[in-house]
């Protein structure tokens, strides 16, 4: 039996490098792939929060919280009125950063697999680029279940599979859309699979350009340039059948 894999970006880029991708006014670390995947899932969380008409406070998980950004952001997006944000994370170094940031919320450090939480807990859950780092997704997907309420939105993110091995050497497991879709139907209504992040600009985010003798990542800026004027590329839905995506996002109802 393979080990979990060990995060380990947060020490190798500061335990706050996540915020560092937000930040527009960080030229050289601002990330407009990234920011897209916050503001996708804001736009995702937002829509299910604006129909709820509960009159008691809204509970809301973040698995694997990191730094807490996605909390953060939404948080900016929502306030604290008549919402609970919640978050978990293995990273103390991260959990501190989030406590900073987010004092109102309540974050403790669990794994996926063991949050501690009682049963038919959470009104919302969602976990960000997440399940393709756990050796055992099952276990991660059946505990969310045991901790949403009845009816409870999931809303889960992760990179779309396009390489027989993962794309990335800290993921255990890389999902193809159906692969995702028919785990999370086992526990969850499915509501919809959302794909985002163009491969096209994905490619040519990651290109470097040789400019009078200098490599310069041209695209990665000149896309960074139309995320600052309001128009993120990597948002962009699907025009034809023919495009392919590197993001996708499943949306479900505890059954």
Same mark, same amino acid.
């Given at each position: 039996?393979?080990?979990?894999?060990?995060?380990?970006?947060?020490?190798?880029?500061?335990? !706050? $490098?996540?915020?560092?991708?937000?930040?527009?006014? @960080?030229?050289?670390e601002?990330?407009?792939?990234v920011?897209?995947?916050?503001?996708?899932?804001?736009?995702?969380? +937002?829509? $299910?929060?604006? +129909? !709820? !008409?509960?009159?008691?406070p =809204?509970k809301i998980?973040?698995?694997?919280c990191g730094e807490?950004?996605?909390l953060? =952001?939404?948080?900016?997006?929502?306030?604290?009125?008549?919402?609970?944000?919640?978050?978990?994370?293995?990273?103390?170094?991260a959990?501190?950063?989030a406590? *900073?940031? =987010?004092?109102?919320?309540?974050?403790?450090? #669990?794994?996926?697999?063991?949050? *501690?939480?009682?049963?038919?807990?959470?009104?919302?859950?969602? +976990?960000?680029?997440?399940?393709?780092?756990?050796?055992?997704p099952?276990?991660m997907?059946?505990?969310?279940?045991?901790?949403?309420?009845?009816?409870?939105?999931?809303?889960?993110?992760? &990179?779309?599979?396009?390489?027989?091995? &993962?794309?990335?050497?800290?993921?255990?497991?890389?999902?193809?859309?159906?692969?995702?879709?028919?785990?999370? +139907?086992k526990?969850? =209504? &499915?509501? #919809?699979?959302?794909?985002?992040? @163009?491969?096209?600009?994905?490619?040519?985010?990651?290109?470097?350009?040789?400019?009078?003798?200098?490599?310069i990542?041209?695209? *990665?800026?000149?896309? @960074?340039?139309?995320?600052?004027?309001?128009?993120? &590329?990597?948002?962009?839905?699907?025009? @034809?059948?023919?495009?392919?995506f590197?993001?996708?996002?499943?949306?479900?109802?505890?059954?």
């Amino acid at each position: 039996m393979k080990k979990e894999i060990q995060f380990e970006k947060y020490k190798k880029r500061g335990a !706050n $490098y996540h915020y560092r991708q937000i930040d527009k006014w @960080n030229f050289h670390e601002f990330n407009s792939f990234v920011q897209a995947r916050y503001e996708k899932h804001i736009q995702l969380i +937002s829509k $299910y929060f604006n +129909s !709820n !008409n509960t009159k008691e406070p =809204l509970k809301i998980l973040d698995v694997g919280c990191g730094e807490g950004v996605l909390l953060y =952001l939404l948080a900016k997006k929502l306030g604290q009125k008549r919402i609970e944000y919640y978050g978990i994370d293995l990273s103390k170094e991260a959990l501190e950063i989030a406590k *900073k940031k =987010l004092p109102f919320a309540t974050f403790s450090q #669990a794994g996926a697999y063991t949050t *501690k939480f009682d049963d038919n807990f959470f009104d919302i859950v969602i +976990s960000s680029d997440v399940i393709e780092h756990v050796n055992f997704p099952k276990k991660m997907i059946q505990e969310i279940y045991r901790i949403s309420k009845e009816g409870a939105i999931v809303i889960l993110g992760t &990179p779309i599979r396009c390489t027989e091995k &993962p794309a990335d050497i800290m993921h255990y497991h890389e999902f193809f859309q159906e692969e995702l879709k028919n785990l999370m +139907s086992k526990y969850f =209504l &499915p509501l #919809a699979l959302i794909e985002s992040h @163009n491969l096209f600009y994905f490619l040519r985010y990651n290109t470097i350009s040789k400019i009078i003798g200098k490599s310069i990542p041209f695209f *990665k800026y000149w896309i @960074n340039l139309q995320t600052y004027i309001g128009s993120n &590329p990597f948002l962009r839905e699907r025009q @034809n059948k023919g495009e392919l995506f590197t993001y996708m996002f499943f949306i479900g109802r505890k059954k």
